[in-house]
C-alpha cells in the first residue's frame, strides 16, 4: 500500500502570500489527486496529474514522477483559499489503489 | 441540485442503534464508494460499488454493509452503532478507470454515544 506524506500539516499565512504544499509518496502510481475540502466538510477535486504541471486559475499543481512528488501552489492567496487541502495518489489494483494523504490545513488570514 | 447527495447531513444517535446513510448521484457513474474521515487520519474507503449486482469490500468494512439499490443510490448502514464509528462519512462517485477523479458529495456527520 502506498504511504502518502503531506507537508506541512498546519500552514497559516496572510493573504497575498504564495502557498506551498507538498505531497510525497512511497510506490509508483498512475495518477495524482488534488482535493479541497471546505469547513463545511464538502470535498471536490482541483487536479488530476500523471505528469508536469497543471494551473487553473490562481491554483498551480506540478509533479516529478522520478522523485515521487507533487506539490500544490496557491498564488496571491486570499482568505477564501482557507481549507484543507488533499493528495490521493493512485498506485493501481483496483478501487484499493487509492490512498488519500491526511490533508494540510490552510488558514490564510486577511 | 448538487450531483452527489448524502441524507441526513447531521446524525446523533445511541449506541446499539441501527443506521443508514443515503447517497443519490445524477451523474449518470456506475462507480459508488463510501468513506470514513476521521481527525488526524487520511480517507478511509468502506466499501464500493461497480454496479446494481456488484458490491465489494474496502479497507475497513467491518461493521459496515451496503445496499445498492439502483444506479443512482447507494446506502451504507451500521447494524448496531458503536461509539468508534462517530465520524465523518463520505459517499462518492467515479467515472471509469479506477485513476478518475472521484465525486464527493458533502459529508454526513455521525455521532454515537
Known amino acids: 500500500k502506498n504511504e502518502v506524506e503531506q507537508s506541512p500539516q498546519n500552514l497559516t499565512a496572510q493573504e497575498g502570500e504564495f502557498i506551498t504544499i507538498n505531497c510525497s509518496y512511497s510506490v509508483g502510481i498512475s495518477a495524482l489527486h488534488w482535493l479541497q475540502q471546505h469547513p463545511g466538510g464538502g470535498i471536490v477535486s482541483l487536479f488530476m496529474l500523471s505528469s508536469g504541471k497543471k494551473k487553473h486559475g490562481r491554483l498551480i499543481a506540478t509533479i516529478n514522477i522520478q522523485e515521487k512528488h507533487s506539490s500544490l501552489h496557491i498564488t496571491a492567496s486570499h482568505p477564501r483559499d482557507s481549507a484543507v487541502y488533499i493528495c490521493a495518489v493512485y498506485s493501481g489494483g483496483g478501487a484499493d489503489g487509492l490512498t488519500f494523504g491526511k490533508g494540510t490545513h490552510l488558514i490564510i488570514q486577511p | 441540485d448538487a450531483d452527489v447527495t448524502q441524507t441526513p447531513r447531521n446524525r446523533i444517535t445511541k449506541t446499539g442503534k441501527r443506521i443508514m446513510l443515503e447517497c443519490s448521484q445524477t451523474k449518470g457513474h456506475d462507480r459508488m464508494y463510501w468513506y470514513r474521515q476521521d481527525p488526524g487520519l487520511g480517507l478511509r474507503l468502506i466499501y464500493y460499488s461497480f454496479d446494481v449486482k456488484d458490491i465489494n469490500k474496502g479497507e475497513i468494512s467491518d461493521g459496515y454493509s451496503v445496499s445498492r439499490q439502483a444506479q443512482a443510490k447507494f446506502s451504507l448502514s451500521l447494524e448496531s452503532a458503536i461509539p468508534n464509528q462517530t465520524a465523518l462519512y463520505f459517499c462518492?462517485?467515479?467515472?471509469?478507470?479506477?485513476?478518475?477523479?472521484?465525486?464527493f458529495g458533502d459529508g454526513t456527520r455521525l455521532s454515537i454515544l
Open positions: 462518492a462517485t467515479s467515472d471509469f478507470p479506477f485513476n478518475q477523479p472521484q465525486h
